[in-house]
């Protein structure tokens, strides 16, 4: 019982370590205005475009893309893995590949970061500098200008590993006091019976 009660344990702490180490997933709400590229009903300028950027904080990747632009667009949720990277020149960061969800048209998103070269680790939000989205099979640009803001919701993050592990300590002291508890409940020496009968032939069991 001891040599379960080790290996639960252990196996225990050992989640909770793992699980301490996981990036940081942000889920970012986006939102911003763009320019009509075709200049044409019912979206000339100031067209509103909307969605989520889930971003890995720690590694500095895109994990997801869900954003989306007046109809008769799709939404743009096909983001290529490794595309994007730190803009030509100062702390832009350029996202690029993200396809619509019928993969005619592509995304492209320019925005602010807080380092130099541009890049995702430690990301915590920032304003649009630019993009465009462009019909794949013409070339034409769609929507051009786009200006905007990235914000992380109030809570988002995952736990901190000093939370996780403090929480596996205590975690870990409830486990031993109920272990003792429960050794001194079913093979402790002072655990006995006495069965008594009334005069009714109704049983009461008590224990000492």
Known sequence: MKNKFLRFSCAALLALVSASARADIVTFNVSGT??????????????????TLTIDTTSGTVEAVDISFPAPLSPFNNHLPGAGGPYPSGTDYDLSGILNADRSDLLTLIFSTATDPGSLVGFDGGVFDGGQVNDISSGDIIYAD??????????SATPEPSSLILLGSGMLGFAGVLKRRMTQLFLGSAHTFSLTTNSDKTFSCVCK
Do not use: K, R
Request: with cysteine; glycine share 10%; net charge negative.
């Open 34 to 51: 763009a320019l009509d590229g075709y200049q044409s009903a019912p979206c000339v300028t100031n067209c509103a475009f909307a969605g």
């Open 146 to 155: 786009l200006y905007g803001t990235i914000t992380a919701p109030a809570t």
